[in-house]
């Protein structure tokens, strides 16, 4: 017994998409403060989403396509239509978010995601404890 619809890639792509627009285009969001930014891989990492969450809720209040800085573009036209005041933005290193953030909400607080902080941290540790053996080594020798 198959548990298989069997329909086409395209097809189910194409009810994807008009969930998502029924659900998210249109999301109310003028009490939204607080918000995380990420970027998540589709079709095996060949194209990138961005979302963008009421921290708060969870909720999901926008998806663009890319993962480039204008990807947030319509959704800061939505900010700003809406007079939202954005008070943090919670996202990984991107430089593209982060540019997006400090240009379009300067005033907001930008807090960086616990992994990312946490793996430059450990690449820098692992870069010092390098640096250190190959001192010792070289003064051993």
Same mark, same amino acid.
């Given at each position: 017994?198959?548990?298989?619809?069997?329909?086409?890639?395209d097809?189910?792509?194409?009810?994807?998409?008009?969930?998502?627009?029924?659900?998210?285009?249109?999301?109310?969001?003028?009490?939204?403060?607080?918000?995380?930014?990420?970027?998540?891989?589709?079709?095996?990492?060949?194209?990138?989403? +961005?979302?963008?969450? &009421?921290?708060?809720?969870?909720?999901?209040?926008?998806?663009?396509?890319?993962?480039?800085? *204008?990807? @947030? $573009?319509?959704?800061?036209?939505?900010?700003?239509?809406?007079?939202?005041?954005?008070?943090?933005?919670?996202?990984?290193?991107?430089?593209?978010?982060?540019s997006?953030?400090? +240009?379009?909400?300067? &005033?907001?607080?930008?807090?960086?995601?616990?992994?990312?902080?946490?793996?430059?941290?450990? *690449?820098? @540790? $692992?870069?010092?404890?390098?640096?250190?053996?190959?001192?010792?080594?070289?003064l051993?020798?």
């Amino acid at each position: 017994m198959s548990n298989h619809l069997h329909l086409p890639w395209d097809m189910v792509k194409e009810i994807q998409k008009n969930y998502l627009q029924r659900h998210y285009a249109n999301s109310d969001f003028t009490e939204v403060h607080y918000i995380g930014i990420d970027e998540f891989a589709v079709a095996r990492g060949h194209i990138y989403k +961005t979302i963008v969450v &009421d921290i708060q809720t969870g909720r999901v209040i926008y998806i663009g396509d890319g993962m480039g800085a *204008d990807v @947030l $573009d319509k959704f800061r036209q939505k900010v700003e239509k809406k007079g939202v005041r954005i008070e943090a933005v919670a996202t990984d290193l991107l430089s593209a978010f982060i540019s997006s953030v400090m +240009t379009h909400a300067p &005033d907001a607080t930008l807090v960086f995601d616990h992994f990312h902080v946490i793996k430059l941290m450990n *690449d820098a @540790l $692992d870069g010092i404890r390098r640096s250190l053996y190959r001192q010792e080594r070289d003064l051993n020798k």
